[in-house]
């Protein structure tokens, strides 16, 4: 690990001694691409916004790219997110470059645990003590709204002269966050109290927030035993769902050995698709489909 920062050090300074800075005025990094989405909603053509989990790869066990980590001499912001990677490599690329300021958008948001299946038809809310902190955020469009204005106050921060620019787009971003939330709960409106099965728990915060509930096969990277599938069997037949939901960062293995026991169907729905308004729009959709 030191070697390769050492190669990467020197990477850089080669870099900055023959390579110009980005045209844009302000260079930033996420973690995610949904934050992509958000900061150039609100950064537009100021902004140069570049991602670090690639698609495809999953957030909790993603390791920095040699090319990404050369990137880091000439950005400005790192807009961190607290998925889990970043509690091993955040420190590590912020010494990289002690200029760039690494800023925390789930700050003032309060973390839900993530729900503490048994796999014996018994499950915790997803707000009770045991588990491990959920970091899937940005699937509340509520708590987006809230890192909107962090991302805002950094780019007016970093950039004066675009700042009434950053708070015109927040203006409008929060408009259509908030008639996103409206169309979501319309969608959604007869499926209160309902549930909903998926494997990996990447969707605690939007069934909080529209009065679901959320049953994840997987628990803190473990899938579950053979013996406890028949649990899940089970509960997906008690419960009549039609939908077991799928996420492209894992195998689907486990999800069709129920849905073939079930009779159900698998849909692929994916917590980090950039295209997030839509994407949530489509995942609303399914869920009530899959409640009626």
Known sequence: MRKM???????ITILVAFVGI???????????LPQKYFVNAIGGERVKVS???APGASPATYEPKPKQMVDMSKTDIYFSIGVPFEKTWLKKLAALNRNMAVVATDEGIKKRTVEAHTHNDEHTDGNEHGGSKDPHIWLDPVNVIKQAEIITETLCRADPDGCPIYKNNKADFIKKTSLLHNQIQHTLSGASGGSFMVFHPSWGYFADRYGLNQIAVELEGKEPKPSDLKDFVKLSKELNLKTIFAQPQFSKKTVELIAKETGTKVA???????DWADN???VSELIADSLR
Do not use: R, W
């Open 280 to 282: 949530l729009i489509y």
């Open 268 to 274: 692929a729905v994916d917590p980090l698709a950039y």
């Open 22 to 32: 980005s045209e844009a005025a302000v260079n930033t990094y996420v973690s995610v």
């Open 5 to 11: 920062l050492m190669i990467v050090k020197i990477a």
């Open 51 to 53: 991602v670090m989990v």
